[in-house]
Structures are given as structure tokens and as C-alpha cells.
Nanobody, 121 residues
Framework: QVQLVESGGGLVQAGGSLRLSCAAS????????ADWYRQAPGKQRELVAT???????KYADSVKGRFTISRDNAKNTVYLQMNSLKPEDTAVYYC???????????????WGQGTQVTVSS
């Protein structure tokens, strides 16, 4: 059974940094594309950052220049480095990944359980 496990959330002051990790466990051939989303209380879930198979990246305008998404294929892990954090970055952050369980198989989408990020002013 494939699972995505997020870690690295917490409480930080404005201007601080956090690094989120999203590790895939179970029998996995590889992670294809992956995304980080966030959902603040009373708001819709929004796409924050995307990384493709060839490590091309894309960011929401609100985090561009402050957040960096990256991947370590050997560890089946995706990261989100968050710098210059603002109170408006406070949200539950979720990892979503397209995973190939075996070579030549189908791609399946998985979600992590979410990790809370709270930025105090």
C-alpha cells in the first residue's frame, strides 16, 4: 500500500523558514509529478507549487521567490522549502503525487494527510 507522509510543519515567526517533506512509502517504481497544496481555514485548497518528472517547477504568484519545491528520486521524497514566511502562509499543507507502482503500469494520484504550518506576526 502506497502512502505519502508529510512532515516538517510547525509554528514559526514571520520571516522565518520551514522545510516540508513528503515521503512516499510502500512498493513504488517512481514518483512522476508532484504538487504542494495548502488550505487555510474557511478557504478553498490552493495549488502552491508543482514539480514535474524532469524537475521543472511552477509556483503560485503568492509564493514565487520565497518557496522552492524539489525532489530526491532516490528517497522518493518531495520537499517544499519555505522562506520569508508570512502570516498569510498559515494553512494545512498537503502533498499530492502521481506514482508509478511498477514500470509500465498506471499512474495513480495519492494525497498526504497534511501538515500544519502556522506563521505568527
Amino acid at each position: 500500500q502506497v502512502q505519502l507522509v508529510e512532515s516538517g510543519g510547525g509554528l514559526v515567526q514571520a520571516g522565518g523558514s520551514l522545510r516540508l517533506s513528503c515521503a512516499a512509502s510502500g512498493v513504488i517504481f517512481k514518483i512522476n509529478a508532484a504538487d504542494w497544496y495548502r488550505q487555510a481555514p474557511g478557504k478553498q485548497r490552493e495549488l502552491v507549487a508543482t514539480i514535474t518528472t524532469d524537475s521543472s517547477t511552477k509556483y503560485a504568484d503568492s509564493v514565487k521567490g520565497r518557496f522552492t519545491i524539489s525532489r530526491d528520486n532516490a528517497k522518493n521524497t518531495v520537499y517544499l522549502q519555505m522562506n520569508s514566511l508570512k502570516p498569510e502562509d498559515t494553512a494545512v499543507y498537503y502533498c499530492n503525487a502521481e506514482i508509478l507502482v511498477r514500470a509500465g503500469g498506471n499512474l495513480y494520484s495519492y494525497w498526504g494527510q497534511g501538515t500544519q504550518v502556522t506563521v505568527s506576526s
